[in-house]
């Protein structure tokens, strides 16, 4: 009941606070019923993930839902993996790792989990707000590295960790 009250309070607030002149397309209201109707079939991320493709409807960059950690008040977890990506025309791939993840800066990620990176990165442009494809390639890659998001989308099992299939820079996967 609390989710379904969540998106209500997102209808009535994006009704309230919409832009003079700016429509709200109605696929933005139909997700929001679609996304109430599923909620009692769908975990925590799945329906984090739900809201963020509602928001998607409404093709506006900045009026969008930020996956964050529990550190910045979030009680789902979408803690990232020790690696950060970026989004090349080559593929993506991994330009910095932390703790943990020592040795596999360079590497090009193929799949996550079963699914292939570029199909990953298509689905959670499906669940951003976002204003261009660009922005996809900019922020989509750092939401990929949440296993917390991952989950949502189907991709992962868990939030705490994700698998990955490498190419790394010798050549090995």
Same mark, same amino acid.
């Given at each position: /009941?609390?989710?379904?009250?969540?998106?209500?309070? =997102?209808?009535? /607030?994006?009704?309230?606070? +919409?832009?003079?002149?700016?429509?709200?397309? @109605? /696929?933005?209201?139909?997700?929001?019923?679609? *996304?109430?109707?599923?909620?009692?079939?769908? +975990?925590?991320?799945? &329906?984090?993930?739900?809201?963020?493709?509602?928001? +998607? %409807?409404?093709?506006?960059?900045?009026?969008?839902?930020?996956?964050?950690?529990? #550190?910045?008040?979030?009680?789902?977890?979408?803690?990232? *993996?020790? &690696?950060?990506?970026? %989004?090349?025309?080559?593929? $993506?791939? &991994?330009?910095?790792?932390?703790?943990?993840?020592?040795?596999?800066?360079? @590497?090009?990620? $193929?799949?996550?989990?079963?699914?292939?990176? @570029? /199909?990953?990165?298509?689905?959670?442009?499906?669940?951003?707000?976002?204003?261009?494809?660009?922005?996809?390639?900019?922020?989509?890659?750092?939401? *990929?590295?949440?296993?917390?998001? =991952?989950?949502? =989308?189907?991709?992962?099992?868990?939030?705490?960790? @994700? #698998?990955?299939? =490498?190419?790394?820079?010798?050549?090995?996967?």
């Amino acid at each position: /009941e609390g989710w379904r009250r969540d998106i209500d309070v =997102l209808v009535a /607030e994006l009704k309230r606070s +919409n832009p003079s002149g700016a429509t709200i397309p @109605a /696929e933005f209201f139909r997700r929001a019923s679609d *996304l109430k109707a599923d909620v009692p079939k769908l +975990n925590d991320h799945q &329906i984090a993930i739900g809201i963020g493709r509602v928001m +998607n %409807a409404l093709g506006r960059g900045h009026t969008a839902v930020w996956f964050g950690d529990p #550190e910045g008040g979030s009680t789902i977890d979408f803690r990232p *993996l020790p &690696i950060r990506l970026y %989004a090349f025309p080559e593929g $993506l791939f &991994i330009t910095e790792t932390f703790a943990g993840a020592e040795g596999l800066a360079g @590497a090009q990620v $193929l799949a996550f989990g079963k699914t292939a990176a @570029a /199909e990953a990165l298509q689905r959670v442009g499906a669940s951003m707000s976002t204003e261009s494809a660009m922005e996809v390639l900019w922020q989509g890659p750092q939401l *990929l590295v949440r296993p917390g998001v =991952l989950k949502g =989308l189907g991709i992962a099992g868990a939030v705490d960790r @994700a #698998e990955l299939t =490498l190419r790394m820079p010798d050549g090995r996967t």
